[in-house]
DNA sequence: TTCATAATCACAATATAGTGGGATTTGCAT
DNA sequence: ATGCAAATCCCACTATATTGTGATTATGAA
């Protein structure tokens, strides 16, 4: 969870955005977006992708290389 | 939401699981995981990143394209 | 340091996700 | 069509995510 947290705040700070104004663009509560992007919380998929698209970020899914 | 619902349903299958099993594997109800499969749930990112494990698939977030 | 803004914290209230149990339906074999 | 397993539905309960408010604590600039 820290790992979503951290790309969150990134990108928003990347982006010159507030918390504050993160959250509303995203329609999410401020305490909700702190505790996201300190991994201090356990999102629902809405809220997470509301976040991720708000900051032009987008999810996608594939099978686990076993790469070393 | 519909959309990780699928690739969910059509990893399982691919791997000749049933929800049952998958559900058990992953910890987590059936009830949640028959909703997850049909896109009527908004499920927690724990749920999720569990089930997504399970199958051997995992996440990447990257920024948005805008080809067209 | 002082001031302003940003971020975190603490609390209580509401909304909703997750759950199990049992019934029902669907799908796919034979 | 029959039988079996898989999937879905329904219901009520519990756990917890989400929220706003207000206070507190960083952070950074003048």
Do not use: C
């Not at 990134?10 to 909700?32: C, D, P, Y």
């Not at 996201?36 to 976040?51: D, H, M, T």
């Not at 594939?62 to 070393?68: D, E, H, R, V």
């Amino acid at each position: 969870m820290k790992e979503i947290g951290n790309i969150i705040k990134e990108r928003r700070k990347a982006l010159s955005v507030t918390q504050r104004e993160l959250a509303a663009l995203a329609g999410v509560g401020i305490n909700t977006l702190t505790k996201i992007e300190r991994g201090e919380a356990n999102p629902s998929l809405k809220v997470v992708l509301s976040i991720l698209h708000t900051l032009g970020l987008e999810i996608d899914i594939k099978i686990k290389s076993n790469k070393l």
